[in-house]
């Protein structure tokens, strides 16, 4: 089962490589790591997606909460939380292509950001599984590269009281 957990850490260095070791001391890999200042810059969010056991994951979420630098620990597995990943993707795109490439950047509510003679810099942002479905659509076309943040994730609002 994939888990989403949401870290609040103070900002300062060391921080995010002692955390990220306390995955992988328990063999867990991190298929999502995204840090960012919050809205007060003495700390910062971390938003981790790993794959696990329920049982081992629940060790590792209470050596987080240990961790001095970690102010609040949330695990969103089994709460309703919005999810959003941001992806820039350079895609083939001769003259002769590029409405119908743009119109599947449209239906999927991306932008081209950036337009060469020969390829566009197209963005999206979404769900995990948008970002994969955009994917796939863009394949035939030719991808050339693909650049992603990770998951971003915080509860809903309609979970505070």
């Known amino acids: 089962m994939k888990h989403v957990i949401s870290a609040l850490v103070e900002n300062k260095s060391g921080v995010l490589a002692h955390i990220s070791g306390l995955f992988s001391a328990r063999g867990f890999n991190i298929d999502s790591l995204a840090v960012g200042e919050t809205e007060d810059p003495r700390f910062s969010r971390m938003t981790i997606v790993v794959e696990g056991d329920e049982t081992i994951l629940e060790q590792v979420r209470k050596q987080l909460s240990s961790v001095i630098d970690v102010v ?90």
């Open 72 to 161: 609040k620990v949330d695990d969103f597995s089994n709460q309703r939380y919005v999810e959003r990943d941001l992806m820039l993707m350079k895609v083939k795109a001769p003259p002769e292509q590029r409405s119908e490439i743009l119109d599947l950047v449209r239906t999927f509510r991306g932008d081209a950001v950036d337009v060469g003679r020969k390829k566009m810099t197209l963005q999206l942002v979404g769900p995990e599984q948008k970002i994969e479905a955009f994917i796939q659509l863009m394949r035939p076309y030719g991808i050339d590269e693909v650049a992603r943040t990770g998951r971003v994730a915080l509860s809903r609002s309609s979970r505070e009281k």
